[in-house]
C-alpha cells in the first residue's frame, strides 16, 4: 500500500471525504477492530533476522538455561524481593535482572515464563519504549499484547516469536489515538498513521528503520481535507507542496489516501530561533488561509 498523488481535477466532494476519513478514526479510535479483526501475516525466521535489531520492539529472550538469556542473568528475585539460587528450579512469580539492566517479571515455569509477563529496560529505552507487557507460551512472548512508550501511550497489537508484527492501533494515556499502521518483526511497515501536535497527522509508507523519510509522505491538517505532500527526512519535512485529500479507500482496515497538488508553491522546514525567523514573512499557511482572513 503507497500514497498516491494525482494530477489537479477540480471541485471534487472535499467535506464528505473529511466525514469519512474522522469516521474511520473515530472507529479506530473507540474499538480495535482493526488490530483483532485481521490476522497478521505469519512471521519467518528470515523475516525476524532482517532489519537493525537496535530498534526492534521485542523481547528475544526464552529459556532461562539457553542463550543468549543463560549468559546475561545477573540475579533473580521473588515476589516478596527475596534473591533466588541461579541454579535452583525457576519456578513461580519472579523478577528476572540482567546485565544489560533489563528486569524480565511474571510467572515462571521450569526455567521458561508462562502466562503474563513484562520486560522492560535500557534496550528498549532507546527506541522510546518502557516496557512490553503481554502473554507467554512456552517462554516466547505470543499473541495479543501492549507497548508502553515512554510517553505512556500505548500501541496494542500482536506478537510473534517475541517480536511486535502486525495491525497495531496506539493511544494517549487519556485514550486519544495517535498511531495506526502495522509492525513487521519489531519496526513499523508499509502505510503508517502518526499524529502530530495540533491534531494533525503524518502519513506514509515508512522506510525500512520505520521512519517518515521519503519523497511521498503527507502532512495531513486537521481538517482532513488540506495538506501538504511531498519529502519527509526522519519525520520531519525537507521540501512540499499544497495538496488536498482527493480520494480514499480502505484496505483491511486501514485508510489509504489520495492527494492531488493544489499549488506549486514551495514549504519547507523552517525552524526560528531566537533572533530571526526562517519562514517567508508573506507566505500564507494553507490550512490558515481556509479559516483566517486578514
Not at 530561533?273 to 519562514?279: A, G, P, S, V, W
Request: glycine share 12%; net charge negative; charged share 25%.
Amino acid at each position: 500500500m503507497a500514497i498516491v498523488i494525482e494530477s489537479y481535477k477540480g471541485e471534487i466532494n472535499a467535506e464528505n471525504i473529511a466525514i469519512r476519513v474522522a469516521e474511520w478514526m473515530k472507529n479506530c479510535e473507540k474499538t480495535l477492530d482493526f488490530v483483532y479483526s485481521y490476522t497478521p501475516t505469519e512471521l519467518s525466521v528470515l523475516e525476524a533476522l532482517q532489519g537493525n535489531p537496535s530498534l526492534k520492539i521485542c523481547d528475544p529472550y526464552g529459556y532461562i538455561s539457553e542463550v543468549p538469556l543463560s549468559k546475561k542473568v545477573e540475579s533473580i528475585e521473588n515476589e516478596n524481593g527475596k534473591p533466588v539460587n541461579k541454579r535452583a528450579n525457576i519456578s513461580g512469580d519472579l523478577t528476572v535482572k540482567l546485565t544489560t539492566g533489563e528486569e524480565l517479571s511474571g510467572r515462571w515455569v521450569d526455567g521458561k515464563r508462562e502466562g503474563q509477563g513484562i520486560i522492560h529496560g535500557q534496550r528498549l529505552d532507546k527506541i522510546g519504549v518502557h516496557s512490553i507487557l503481554g502473554e507467554y507460551q512456552d517462554g516466547i512472548l505470543s499473541g495479543k499484547g501492549k507497548v508502553i512508550m515512554k510517553d505512556q501511550s500505548v500501541r496494542e497489537g500482536w506478537f510473534q516469536q517475541g517480536y511486535f508484527h502486525g495491525p497495531a492501533r496506539g493511544s494517549s494515556p487519556h485514550g486519544v489515538l495517535n498511531y495506526i499502521g502495522h509492525y513487521k518483526a519489531g519496526i513499523p511497515c508499509g502505510l503508517v498513521w502518526t499524529s502530530v501536535r495540533g491534531g494533525g497527522w503524518i502519513v506514509g509508507c515508512v522506510d525500512n528503520q520505520g521512519q517518515f523519510s521519503g519523497p511521498d509522505i503527507a502532512f495531513l491538517y486537521p481538517n482532513f481535507t488540506t495538506a501538504l505532500f511531498g519529502e519527509f527526512k526522519d519525520g520531519l519535512l525537507v521540501k512540499a507542496k499544497e495538496a488536498r485529500l482527493s480520494n480514499i479507500e480502505i484496505k483491511d482496515g486501514l485508510l489509504c489516501p489520495r492527494f492531488e497538488l493544489v499549488s506549486e508553491r514551495t514549504f519547507c522546514y523552517w525552524p526560528s530561533t531566537k533572533d530571526d525567523i526562517q519562514c517567508p514573512p508573506m507566505q500564507e499557511d494553507p490550512y490558515e488561509s481556509t479559516i483566517l482572513k486578514v
